[in-house]
């Protein structure tokens, strides 16, 4: 069976140049460590907000490195320098909607300025490539959602969509706590598994 690879790509002048440390890529991994019960491998690239040097990574995780899930973080505002949608879509084979329009929807649980985002879910033959935005703590916000003090799912993350649409795109089954986000899928494309 083949194993879950997953790119992680933290878009950002100032760290990728030093001004500050990234905090994109430890919080993407540290949440993915968090979610995933199954086995996954992790390639990560920091780099400029470029539009060319964003579809450069972009086509080679999922062409050179046969990613299944690409995460971005960063560079889906209005400013001038933010073009990851853009380098995004420019890589798309095909465009998923749902995903930003969900992410939009969960952040103004948190903060009035979601609709900012341009952020954009498509596909790049196997793989689903989505773009969170540029404050780390968002990256959890988008792909857990909102949960009351109890821990109930108020908004649902985007995540809970990402293991369904990987094995429709011919990926591995992927499994995730939970507690953090349950994954759904139809009753049809539910597998047992041992645990
Ligand atoms: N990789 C990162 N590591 C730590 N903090 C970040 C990172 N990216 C963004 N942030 C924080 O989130 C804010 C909004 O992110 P945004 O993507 O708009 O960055 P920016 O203002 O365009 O600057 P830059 O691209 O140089 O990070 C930043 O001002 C910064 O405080
Ligand atoms: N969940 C969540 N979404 C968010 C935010 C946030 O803090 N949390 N920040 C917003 C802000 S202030 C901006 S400008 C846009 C774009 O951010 P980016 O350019 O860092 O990608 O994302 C928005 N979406």
């Not at 995780?61 to 889906?76: A, R």
Request: include cysteine; charged fraction near 25%; hydrophobic fraction near 40%.
């Amino acid at each position: 069976m083949d194993t879950l690879r997953i790119g992680l790509v933290s878009v950002s002048d100032r760290a990728s140049s030093g001004v500050y440390q990234d905090k994109g890529l430890p919080a993407l991994e540290a949440w993915l460590a968090s979610a995933l019960t199954t086995p996954f491998q992790i390639e990560t690239r920091l780099i400029p907000d470029e539009q060319s040097i964003i579809e450069q990574t972009l086509c080679e995780l999922v062409d050179e490195m046969s990613c299944h899930l690409v995460l971005t973080t960063g560079g889906t505002g209005p400013a001038r320098r933010d073009v990851t949608p853009d380098a995004t879509l420019a890589v798309a084979d095909r465009e998923m909607p749902g995903f930003g329009e969900q992410m939009r929807q969960i952040s103004l649980n948190f903060v009035p300025t979601a609709i900012l985002s341009r952020q954009v879910g498509v596909i790049r033959k196997q793989a689903l490539i989505l773009n969170l935005p540029g404050q780390p703590k968002s990256i959890k916000e988008t792909l857990e959602g909102l949960k009351d003090e109890d821990g109930a799912v108020k908004v649902p993350g985007i995540f809970a969509s990402v293991p369904y649409c990987v094995q429709l795109l011919d990926g591995p089954y992927v499994e995730t706590d939970p507690q953090v986000v349950a994954s759904f899928r139809p009753k049809s494309a539910r597998r047992e598994t041992l645990s």
